[in-house]
């Protein structure tokens, strides 16, 4: 219990401008990732994780420069090696470019050293082809081993973006001790491959349409607004990206504009304005 626990939590009394709530969009660029981290060789599979950069980037791209919105973008250093164009377009746009991993690996099939290893060489490369060292870190798949934590404030990350704890930010505790390290929470509810990925060789396939999905990130914004906290919420650009779904997002921004008073900020924007406010 004790090896990642939630601290105290961090919700300040306003944000920036003094809005009341703030908004986090975050994009997982998994791309190819998903595929090869197993050594995977299949060309269909890697056809669709050649759709986020191709097409869901773009389309996402633009719907963010169009309402003058800055994003995170989670990336494996894979995906930042194949694409590093897109990294700093991305970047040169104002969006962030946070970890994800060195090829969407899961951490607790990894050992301390190796793990380690990856986290750091991954860091390296981010920053060899943004020119920006990352700040923040979401584990790919949002898989947490016992010495993740460890690894991330021995790194001198400002946040990590992969439990679920909490709707506000919260500092993270290794055996109860303060890490320096703040959580930014994710949640399956606000996650779009939660609902639309389909197994092509199992039984999953997506059962909501997106005007259902649509209503629940309204809600979960609504409550946020209610509350003075954070919308947060995770995509996938080969998921959100399709034509039919980025309407979602594209509905879901015109809704959160209707209220005047939100901020959208980075993730990191998001953490370093908890932070400061609360501690």
Not at 2 to 20: H, I
Not at 21 to 31: I, M, P, Q, Y
Not at 162 to 191: K, N, Q
Request: glycine share 8%; charged share 25%.
């Amino acid at each position: 219990m004790n090896r990642a626990r939630a601290g105290r939590s961090l919700r300040p009394a306003s944000w920036p401008g003094g809005a009341k709530c703030a908004v986090a969009l975050s994009f997982d660029s998994d791309h190819d990732t998903f595929e090869l981290r197993d050594g995977g060789k299949s060309i269909s599979a890697l056809s669709q994780g050649h759709f986020g950069p191709r097409q869901g980037i773009p389309r996402i791209r633009r719907l963010l420069e169009n309402n003058g919105i800055p994003a995170t973008f989670f990336v494996p250093a894979i995906s930042a090696l194949h694409y590093p164009d897109e990294q700093g377009a991305l970047v040169a746009e104002g969006h962030e470019i946070g970890l994800h991993g060195w090829i969407h690996e899961r951490n607790t099939l990894l050992d301390e050293t190796t793990e380690r290893d990856l986290q750091y060489r991954a860091a390296d490369t981010l920053e060899q082809i943004t020119g920006i060292r990352p700040v923040g870190i979401r584990t790919p798949s949002w898989d947490f081993s016992e010495n993740t934590l460890k690894i991330t404030a021995e790194m001198g990350l400002l946040y990590d973006s992969s439990l679920m704890a909490d709707v506000d930010c919260y500092e993270l505790l290794l055996h109860g001790e303060p890490t320096g390290v703040i959580e930014l929470p994710v949640e399956w509810i606000r996650d779009d491959a939660a609902y639309l990925v389909m197994d092509r060789w199992g039984g999953l396939r997506p059962q909501i349409a997106p005007h259902d999905i649509l209503q629940i990130f309204i809600k979960e914004f609504d409550a946020a607004y209610e509350e003075g906290g954070i919308f947060q919420l995770t995509m996938h650009p080969d998921i959100i990206g399709h034509r039919s779904r980025i309407w979602i997002l594209k509905e879901l921004i015109a809704h959160i504009r209707d209220r005047r008073d939100v901020w959208f900020g980075t993730h990191a924007d998001v953490v370093r304005h908890a932070k400061s406010a609360c501690m």
